[in-house]
């Protein structure tokens, strides 16, 4: 009878182990946010850190990757590809804030100042019925550059605000879209600061059609000599 109390009184301890264990990895996993890596180095690869973990390896110019991260101070060390974690040639490194459940998008850049860049991809509160959110960055060692938008044959023009972007600016608009409506086709490219006759295109166009609830980001990359706009959309 003892014996059989004793593993009755050890079994319902380790289930409530496992319950409390369980309850505190769901707790911490949904206090996970979300963050992207764009590697903006031309003619390398490069491996990320973070705190000391490599969360991607042999990123390719232009490519990009999605991680999930928990709140916290995070050191973001970018390397060249290379065994182990993060062994390269340390290209750049930079500290910031990661909040719960937080976007953010990461890039990396050659040239200083901000060689890596943090891109907060937050929004003010809604409502947001079924449109999608736009944001248009330089992240680029191009120089300043103009974007141009355009949707449902409209001149969605953020530039119109500020015409404008240095390396580092980002802007964000909305576009309504209807419930049960049909994506709207939208076409983007960039040009070069100042405007020429024709205009002095440096990358795109990129054609794509934005669905409802969803973020987009066109994301400017590279130098004088090569140039990609990278296009990151995730459903919120």
């Not at 040639?89 to 719960?100: D, E, G, I, S, Y």
């Not at 890039?107 to 999608?132: E, H, L, Q, R």
């Not at 355009?150 to 980002?170: F, H, I, M, T, Y």
Request: glycine share 8%; with cysteine; proline share 6%.
């Amino acid at each position: 009878m003892r014996l059989i109390r004793s593993v009755l009184i050890a079994v319902v301890g380790a289930a409530l182990l496992l319950t409390s264990v369980v309850a505190t990895t769901v707790a911490a996993d949904d206090n996970k946010g979300k963050m992207a890596f764009v590697q903006g180095r031309p003619g390398v690869k490069v491996d990320i850190c973070v705190n000391g973990r490599e969360v991607v390896s042999k990123l390719a110019f232009a490519k990009y990757a999605y991680r999930r991260q928990a709140p916290g101070w995070k050191v973001v060390t970018v390397a060249k590809a290379a065994p182990g974690a993060c062994k390269g040639t340390r290209l750049a490194v930079k500290a910031f804030k990661f909040p719960k459940q937080a976007d953010f998008t990461v890039v990396t850049s050659k040239k200083a100042p901000k060689k890596i860049m943090v891109f907060d991809n937050a929004y003010p509160p809604g409502p947001y019925v079924s449109g999608s959110h736009r944001f248009f960055r330089n992240a680029s060692d191009f120089g300043d550059v103009t974007f141009r938008h355009e949707a449902r044959n409209l001149q969605l023009d953020p530039a119109a605000a500020d015409p404008v972007w240095s390396k580092g600016d980002s802007s964000r608009s909305y576009i309504g879209i209807a419930v049960g409506g049909t994506p709207v086709y939208s076409t983007t490219w960039v040009t070069g600061v100042p405007l020429y006759m024709p205009p002095n295109i440096v990358a795109g166009p990129r054609f794509i059609g934005l669905g409802k609830h969803h973020r987009y980001e066109w994301i400017l990359v590279g130098n004088d000599k090569v140039q990609k706009l990278v296009v990151l959309r995730r459903y919120y």
